[in-house]
């Protein structure tokens, strides 16, 4: 086993600098350079030599980066666990359910959205309702989803997921008559 050239400043400038190229933010290349270092540190072992000592750590900073990416993203399309599903406006759906400053067009119209989209959810199946009411209007996250109903995380994406095409589906095609 070669032996690894030590992990200066002149490293971590480099490691932060891949970092840089994946996240495009200081703050999160701060910390993917620093995670990053800490595994090439704990698998240095693995280091056998066939490549250069830089191409094997920009693959564990590539690597590392390409995981915060999708983290972040997983974590960004789920919604906040304190909040509900919101209007244009920002409002959550139950307080514009419970405004008494609506006019009796716009209640009327509400409640028969709220029953179209509560018939449509419901053709789906008894396994659909549940995560769906969850997911879009009390404004539960899928992962809290899961835990709660203890299912998979895939499930209950897959579940949320058809459900709501099914309720857009025929919102569409009730909007459209």
Do not use: C
């Not at 359910?97 to 209640?107: F, L």
């Amino acid at each position: 086993m070669p032996a690894l050239p030590p992990f200066d400043a002149e490293t971590r400038n480099y490691v932060y600098s891949v970092a840089m190229k994946y996240v495009k933010d200081e703050d999160a290349a701060s910390d993917v350079a620093q995670d990053a270092m800490l595994l090439a540190h704990r698998y240095r072992d693995t280091f056998r030599g066939d490549s250069r000592f830089s191409t094997w750590l920009y693959r564990i900073t590539a690597t590392t980066a390409l995981m915060y990416l999708r983290r972040k993203r997983r974590l960004s399309r789920e919604l906040p666990s304190s909040g509900a599903v919101t209007d244009d406006e920002g409002t959550s759906l139950l307080e514009s359910r419970a405004d008494g400053h609506a006019s009796p067009e716009d209640e009327v119209a509400g409640d028969e959205l709220f029953a179209r989209v509560k018939a449509s959810v419901a053709r789906l199946g008894e396994k659909y309702q549940p995560i769906f009411w969850m997911r879009y209007l009390e404004g539960y996250t899928e992962t809290e989803i899961a835990e709660r109903l203890g299912l998979s995380l895939a499930t209950v994406k897959t579940r949320a997921h058809r459900a709501k095409q099914a309720a857009r589906g025929d919102l569409d095609l009730a909007l459209a008559a």
